[in-house]
Every structure is written in structure tokens, then in C-alpha cells.
């Protein structure tokens, strides 16, 4: 059974810094691409960054710059750096993976991607 635990979240003041886990049991993760989303109250869930297999990654214009997404397959871990966070960043960060079926093209920004996810980690930003 795939299980998905965020962790690391909290609160700390604008310009601060986080950073988030995401351990994965029950996969080998080096097979599987992986996704970190966030939702903020009354909004729609959000992508915000992407790693593939290979390391290749991918981030949303509105953290570009500011997160870095990396991954430690011999731990089963990912990570989402977030540094100058913002205000705006508050909101329920989730990570999410699927597996990596050959060439296949997929869409890193879209959640219906995704097999598996988090129950999610709260990062709220505030003075």
C-alpha cells in the first residue's frame, strides 16, 4: 500500500523559509515522477513544482526562483525548498507521484497525473 507523508510545514514570518518532506513507503520512488500542489482556503488546488525520474524539473511562475524541488530516491524522499516565502504562499502543501510508464508523455501540472497523495503539510506565512 503507497503511503505519502508530508512534513515540515508551519508557520514563519514573510521572507522566511521552509522546507518540506515527502516520504514515500510502499514504492520504489525511483520509478515515479513527483509533484507538489497546494491549496489555499477558497482557492482551487494548485501545481507548484515537478521532478521527473531523471531529475528533470519543473515550477509554477509564481515560485520560480524562490523553491527548489529535489529528490533522494535511496531515502524514498522529496523535498520542496521554498525560500522568500510570501504571504500568498500560505495554504495546505501536498506531494504526489505517479509511475513512470516509458516514453509516455504527461501533463506535471495536472492532478488527475497523479496516483497517489499526501494528506498534505500546512505552510502558513505571516508576521
Known amino acids: 500500500q503507497v503511503q505519502l507523508v508530508e512534513s515540515g510545514g508551519g508557520l514563519v514570518q514573510p521572507g522566511g523559509s521552509l522546507r518540506l518532506s515527502c516520504a514515500a513507503t510502499?514504492?520504489?520512488?525511483?520509478?515515479?515522477?513527483i509533484g507538489w500542489f497546494r491549496q489555499a482556503p477558497g482557492k482551487e488546488r494548485e501545481w507548484v513544482s515537478y521532478?521527473?525520474?531523471?531529475?528533470?524539473?519543473l515550477y509554477a511562475d509564481s515560485v520560480r526562483g524562490r523553491f527548489t524541488i529535489s529528490r533522494d530516491n535511496a531515502k524514498d524522499t522529496a523535498y520542496l525548498q521554498m525560500n522568500s516565502l510570501k504571504p500568498e504562499d500560505t495554504a495546505v502543501y501536498y506531494c504526489?507521484?505517479?509511475?513512470?510508464?516509458?516514453?509516455?508523455?504527461?501533463?506535471?501540472?495536472?492532478?488527475?497525473?497523479?496516483?497517489?497523495w499526501g494528506q498534505g503539510t500546512q505552510v502558513t506565512v505571516s508576521s
Open positions: 521532478i521527473n525520474k531523471d531529475g528533470e524539473v
Open positions: 510502499g514504492i520504489t520512488l525511483i520509478h515515479y515522477g
Open positions: 504526489a507521484t505517479h509511475f513512470v510508464y516509458g516514453g509516455l508523455v504527461v501533463r506535471p501540472d495536472a492532478p488527475t497525473t497523479y496516483e497517489d
